[in-house]
């Protein structure tokens, strides 16, 4: 079944001018780019979009990184895109990522780890709401 994902380079990935890099890794797999936008998140957006972390210790950090620039938000489409796009991506902590995952081949830290993909199809509706109010899957 097709499914829809929300990828975001992070504004550490997009410093180091690695947007390029990582959009040809998801095309190349055969992931198709649905929707897709250069844009500096606020705190209301980053609070929402990380909502599930709340409560966690890291989370002033992660509204504080994820708001430190312009990030790239896509909407990412193909056959079980959702768990597709976080194999390219590698672990959460870049440390445990085997190299040729994204996080693997790049990142060294957890909190700068490049990429976000949602860890869902619910989370990804979510997700896509929040960034791209207006996305519709058919259209
Ligand atoms: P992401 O997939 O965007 O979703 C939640 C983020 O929280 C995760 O990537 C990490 O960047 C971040 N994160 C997870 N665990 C930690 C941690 N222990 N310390 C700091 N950041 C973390």
């Known amino acids: 079944d097709v499914e829809h994902t929300l990828l975001l380079i992070k504004p550490d990935a997009v410093r ?3 947007v390029g890099e990582i959009l040809s890794r ?3 797999k055969g992931l198709r780019i649905r929707a897709l936008e250069l ?3 606020d705190d209301d957006l980053a609070r929402r979009h990380y909502a599930e972390h709340a409560a966690k210790p890291f989370f002033a950090d992660l509204v504080a990184f ?5 990030l790239v938000a896509a909407v990412i489409e ?3 895109a959702v768990e597709t796009l976080r194999t390219l991506m590698g672990s959460t902590d870049p440390v445990a990522a085997p190299p040729g995952t994204i996080r693997g081949d790049f990142g060294l830290l957890v909190t700068e780890n490049l990429v976000h993909g949602s860890d869902s199809v619910t989370s990804a509706a979510r997700e ?3 960034f791209f109010p207006h996305f519709a899957a058919d259209a």
């Open 16 to 18: 180091r001018g690695l």
């Open 26 to 28: 998801v095309e190349r």
């Open 39 to 41: 844009r500096t998140i």
């Open 66 to 70: 994820i708001t430190s620039g312009p």
């Open 78 to 80: 193909g056959p079980r």
């Open 128 to 130: 896509i709401a929040l």
